[in-house]
């Protein structure tokens, strides 16, 4: 679908109208405050609900001071474009005392999401790309992450492609070399790869146990280690001020369960992991934050051995799963926050989910 063009306005204070579909101009009367309209759909400050040429802006309640969006340098982005994996230069915005212009949150930085071939990663990485973000999509799956990376350019966002097996350290640590050696920085990490085994500790094989903990421990420590060093770095020399570690824990992470021992310990201990390095790094602008998802629509029960899966299968079947693009709204809420504000955990569960 070609995507249509944006234009950037500045109003009068409490002024709202539409344009065309992908136009969007608005005014709430606060400095600072941002709306956009990302293709169909987007979101705006203030509580604004809107239909606007073929869009529906959802509240966020965000009220901040975008003067500090980040640019890309120049020349990476004219050669992200000769490359084909950047379709629009970044926007030049100015905010006016009581006066807007539109600009994405998260222009001029580079995000690395970990399992992004499908489900939670995949429409992470699709909001950072429609917040602004330059998006490194890291996983093994190849194909999957060439056709998002397809679809986040033909939405008008910055992607490539990282194949890598985050298990083995070698290939985490050249997977973030290789996203800031195309991208040019790293401001954003993700760590959203994971594996669920269940069944009693008796009966489990140790084979679903090492899975695991090499998927949803070694590997997250094995990026997060690799990308601390730059993260630290962005956060001193970006605009925002600011650097994100967010990593994807699970409700598991809070509640043990029979036949979740191990999977519990590795989600546990993502959640101890994720708040001692948040006190070891806030002080330095990085802020590390965990979200907790319940049951969502993914692939992760697709791992599960047949007549366990069929077991929690039945246990869900009579709620309304969360779908990944709830837990992305959650990623992307904690990520373009202002500097002074640091979300260190949200819990989303089914509506309906009791544990």
């Given at each position: 679908?070609p995507?249509?063009?944006?234009?950037?306005?500045v109003?009068?204070?409490?002024?709202?109208?539409?344009?065309?579909?992908?136009?969007?101009?608005?005014?709430?009367?606060?400095?600072?405050?941002?709306?956009?309209?990302?293709?169909g759909?987007?979101?705006?400050?203030?509580?604004?609900?809107?239909?606007?040429?073929?869009?529906l802006?959802?509240?966020?309640?965000?009220?901040?001071?975008r003067?500090?969006?980040?640019?890309?340098p120049?020349?990476?982005?004219?050669?992200?474009?000769?490359?084909?994996?950047?379709?629009?230069?970044?926007?030049?915005?100015?905010?006016?005392?009581?006066k807007?212009?539109?600009?994405?949150?998260?222009?001029?930085?580079v995000?690395?999401v970990?399992?992004?071939?499908?489900?939670?990663?995949?429409?992470?990485?699709?909001s950072?790309?429609?917040?602004?973000?330059?998006?490194?999509?890291?996983?093994?799956r190849?194909?999957?992450?060439?056709?998002?990376?397809?679809?986040?350019?033909?939405?008008?966002?910055?992607?490539?492609?990282?194949?890598?097996?985050?298990?083995?350290?070698?290939?985490?640590?050249?997977?973030?070399?290789r996203?800031?050696?195309e991208l040019?920085?790293?401001?954003?990490?993700?760590?959203?790869?994971?594996?669920?085994?269940i069944?009693?500790?008796?009966?489990?094989?140790?084979v679903?146990?090492?899975?695991?903990?090499?998927?949803n421990?070694?590997?997250?420590?094995?990026?997060?280690?690799?990308?601390l060093?730059?993260?630290?770095?962005?956060?001193h020399?970006?605009?925002?001020?600011?650097?994100?570690?967010?990593n994807?824990?699970?409700?598991?992470?809070?509640?043990?369960?029979?036949?979740t021992a191990?999977?519990?310990?590795?989600k546990?201990?993502?959640n101890?992991?994720t708040?001692?390095?948040?006190?070891e790094?806030?002080?330095?602008?990085?802020?590390?934050?965990?979200?907790?998802?319940?049951?969502?629509?993914?692939?992760?029960?697709s791992?599960i051995?047949?007549?366990?899966?069929?077991?929690?299968?039945?246990?869900?079947?009579?709620?309304?799963?969360?779908?990944?693009?709830?837990?992305?709204?959650?990623?992307?809420?904690?990520?373009?926050?202002?500097?002074?504000?640091?979300?260190?955990?949200?819990l989303?569960?089914?509506?309906?989910?009791?544990?």
């Amino acid at each position: 679908m070609p995507i249509a063009r944006r234009r950037t306005d500045v109003l009068p204070a409490g002024s709202v109208r539409a344009g065309k579909r992908g136009e969007m101009i608005t005014e709430q009367g606060f400095a600072g405050t941002t709306a956009h309209n990302s293709g169909g759909g987007g979101t705006a400050s203030a509580g604004l609900r809107i239909r606007l040429g073929g869009g529906l802006l959802h509240r966020h309640g965000d009220v901040t001071d975008r003067r500090h969006c980040g640019r890309a340098p120049q020349d990476t982005v004219r050669s992200l474009t000769a490359q084909g994996v950047a379709t629009r230069p970044p926007r030049t915005s100015t905010t006016h005392e009581g006066k807007i212009t539109m600009t994405m949150r998260l222009e001029g930085t580079v995000a690395l999401v970990t399992g992004a071939s499908s489900g939670i990663g995949a429409a992470t990485a699709r909001s950072l790309a429609a917040e602004g973000a330059a998006v490194a999509l890291l996983a093994r799956r190849r194909d999957r992450l060439e056709e998002l990376a397809g679809a986040i350019r033909a939405d008008g966002g910055t992607a490539i492609v990282v194949d890598a097996d985050i298990t083995d350290r070698q290939q985490a640590e050249e997977a973030v070399e290789r996203a800031v050696s195309e991208l040019g920085r790293l401001d954003t990490v993700v760590n959203n790869a994971g594996l669920m085994h269940i069944g009693p500790v008796v009966d489990a094989l140790s084979v679903d146990w090492d899975q695991m903990l090499q998927i949803n421990v070694q590997g997250l420590l094995y990026v997060t280690r690799a990308a601390l060093p730059l993260l630290l770095r962005a956060a001193h020399d970006s605009p925002r001020g600011v650097a994100d570690v967010v990593n994807i824990s699970s409700t598991a992470g809070r509640v043990a369960r029979p036949g979740t021992a191990v999977y519990n310990l590795t989600k546990f201990g993502v959640n101890g992991f994720t708040e001692a390095l948040r006190q070891e790094v806030m002080q330095k602008r990085v802020r590390v934050s965990v979200v907790e998802p319940g049951t969502v629509d993914t692939e992760l029960s697709s791992h599960i051995r047949d007549g366990l899966r069929q077991a929690v299968e039945a246990q869900v079947k009579d709620l309304e799963l969360l779908r990944p693009e709830d837990i992305a709204d959650a990623v992307s809420y904690i990520v373009t926050r202002d500097r002074r504000v640091a979300v260190n955990e949200i819990l989303v569960r089914a509506a309906e989910q009791t544990w």
